[in-house]
């Protein structure tokens, strides 16, 4: 399965810190996607990687692609009380195709 | 713009009874189309997806179906709901890789 899994699974930190998730995944893949989903709401689209690609930064938001390890990381600085969430990787084999979603890791940041 | 509509928000329905949820979708044509199942503080699941209307591909077996009458609707349906139907589901769609989602539906059957 070409599955993501994020570790860890719940990660609690203070305002102002940086949190930092990770994403294995098992098969070639062609991009790497990361959402976050507000309690009882839909999933938002955060940030797209390219498996040719290594790092994207997009606001305070880095990710980083390392297809030899099959594994990336989402990393949030300095941390917002309403970046609580829960974020998922998604891994897709083409371009064109649907995505895997991993089971998430669930961010809580204390105010 | 582009916006994806669910409903109903919120639904519960005894055992044994039907479902039909559904999606649209407007603002684009030909979109890709996927429904998921979310069970409480857990990851999603893919149902089914959509590359055109009639297409469907099913991911996982079960008492769940789905159609595409139309380019941009989305229809989950089921004859006889199971109390494991129970969960968030949610449609999306998607012009190439990254996936839009809608609001969601709340199912809870009793």
């Known amino acids: 399965s070409q599955q993501g899994e994020e570790d860890p699974q719940a990660l609690s930190i203070q305002e102002g810190e940086n949190a930092t998730m990770n994403c294995s995944y098992k098969?070639?893949?062609?991009?790497l996607q990361w959402y976050r989903q507000n309690s009882g709401r839909g999933l938002v689209h955060l940030i797209l990687?390219?498996?040719?690609?290594r790092e994207k930064h997009s606001g305070r938001l880095r990710v980083t692609l390392d297809t030899s390890k099959k594994s990336s990381s989402l990393l949030i600085t300095a941390s917002r009380a309403a970046d609580t969430a829960s974020y998922f990787c998604?891994?897709?084999?083409?371009?064109?195709?649907?995505?895997?979603f991993g089971p998430g890791t669930s961010l809580s940041v204390i105010p | 713009s582009q916006t994806i509509h669910q409903w109903p928000a919120t639904l519960v329905q005894p055992v044994g009874s039907p479902l039909s949820l559904e999606c649209t979708v407007e603002?684009?044509?030909?979109?890709?189309l996927y429904w998921y199942r979310q069970a409480a503080g857990r990851g999603l699941q893919l149902l089914f997806y959509s590359v055109g209307i009639g297409q469907i591909s099913s991911e996982v077996p079960q008492n769940l179906s789905a159609s595409r009458p139309q380019d941009r609707q989305f229809i989950l349906s089921s004859k006889k709901l199971l109390l494991s139907d129970s969960g968030f589901y949610l449609c999306a769609w998607s012009p190439t890789e990254t996936q839009y989602f809608g609001p969601g539906t709340r199912l809870l059957v009793l």
């Open positions: 603002g684009t044509s030909n979109p890709n």
């Open positions: 998604a891994t897709g084999k083409t371009s064109y195709d649907k995505v895997i």
């Open positions: 098969t070639s893949i062609n991009n």
């Open positions: 990687i390219r498996s040719n690609e």
